[in-house]
Nanobody, 125 residues
Framework: QVQLVEFGGGWVQAGGSLRLSCVAS???????MGWFRQAPGKGREFVAA????????YYADSVNGRFSISGDNAKNTVHLQMNSLKADDTAVYYC???????????????????WGQGTQVTVSA
């Protein structure tokens, strides 16, 4: 089993920045760590992911250019730097991880068997 804990959520004004972190423990061998979010009344959506095998990074169109994912596989840690935040970014942000190497499915939540509890990010307009 893998346990994931997210840190760094909070409240920020539009245009501001926040940095989320996620630490994995347990059986932590993984290929991909990703971030998803769920806004009130909406489904969970992909935000960003990083693949450890090649350091590749992937972003949703809605955050590309504003958010940056990084991490340290040896420390089982991934970060999400969020800049130029908008009210639409308000959501619960979840960290997830998987061992699969299939890059074509990393934007789908069903591809990740392990999830954190989530951290709230609130952006005021």
């Amino acid at each position: 089993q893998v346990q994931l804990v997210e840190f760094g959520g909070g409240w920020v004004q539009a245009g501001g920045s926040l940095r989320l972190s996620c630490v994995a423990s347990g059986r932590t061998a993984s290929n991909t760590m990703g971030w998803f979010r769920q806004a009130p009344g909406k489904g969970r959506e992909f935000v960003a992911a990083i693949t450890w095998s090649d350091g590749g990074t992937y972003y949703a169109d809605s955050v590309n250019g504003r958010f940056s994912i990084s991490g340290d596989n040896a420390k089982n840690t991934v970060h999400l730097q969020m800049n130029s935040l908008k009210a639409d970014d308000t959501a619960v942000y979840y960290c997830a991880t998987r061992q699969s190497t299939q890059s074509g499915i990393l934007r789908f939540e069903w591809a990740y068997p392990y999830w954190g509890q989530g951290t709230q990010v609130t952006v005021s307009a």
